[in-house]
């Protein structure tokens, strides 16, 4: 996607006309541009950097907030599961089958760990997301807290293996780094569960 596309995404997304693909697909844009590597982290739950081979599978969105400008309607839309696989060269991709009037059509996004700084992937050249484990491996956190071209990204996403249900605990947690990039704990979103377009769990 070029700069034109990207602005022209953001006009649209000001002038609220938007569906629930288009949000999801800028949700996941935002996830994935920043250009500057934050450090964050002290949870009640012990925290250990993600590596591709263990995040592997079927994952749900339990909790998410950032700085997305769209209606509160529009945060609060119905979010699909994902799945994290390999692709043909190793790399881990991420895949979401997302809800277009045309039916359902998948998102891919491919990430490499990142070798200069741990707990992190890179998209492209310096873009980087950073994904933890939070007490085990069947719950982790993917954030980012970055500036590009003057504007100031935040995000951040609590995901789970197998159900989207989470204790205390680990919401707790999540509420801690939501604090810590800035944002406050009253933007977080527990999302809907949607259905509609479920990837193949065996993938």
């Known amino acids: 996607m070029g ?5 022209y995404k953001i006009n649209k997304l000001h002038r609220g006309r938007v569906d629930r693909g288009n949000m999801v697909a800028m949700m996941l844009f935002l996830l994935t541009i920043g ?6 982290g002290c949870y ?13 599978g079927y994952w749900y969105i339990i909790r998410w907030a950032g700085n997305l400008p769209l209606p509160e309607a529009k945060l609060r839309s119905p979010l699909p599961p994902f799945v994290f696989a390999k692709n ?6 991420f895949r979401m089958n997302i809800s277009k009037p045309i ?16 707990c992190y992937f890179t998209l492209w050249m310096w873009h980087y997301v950073a994904i933890k484990f939070l007490g085990g491996e069947n719950f982790g956190v993917a954030y980012l807290n970055s500036k590009t071209n003057d504007v100031h ?3 951040a996403m609590l995901m789970g293996r197998r159900n989207y249900t989470a204790d205390s605990t ?12 800035g944002l406050n704990k009253t933007s977080i979103i527990n999302p809907p569960y949607d259905d509609s ?7």
């Open 3 to 7: 700069v034109s596309g990207i602005h």
């Open 35 to 40: 250009l500057t590597v934050h450090s964050v």
């Open 44 to 56: 009640i739950n012990h925290d250990v950097c993600a590596k591709t081979d263990k995040l592997l």
């Open 88 to 93: 043909k060269i190793g790399y881990l991709e």
């Open 103 to 118: 039916g359902c059509v998948e998102f891919k996004m491919a990430m490499n760990e990142a070798k200069n700084f741990p």
């Open 153 to 155: 990204q935040k995000m």
């Open 170 to 181: 680990l919401l707790t947690d999540f509420e801690e780094l939501v604090n810590q990039i």
């Open 197 to 203: 377009c479920e990837p193949n769990k065996k993938s």
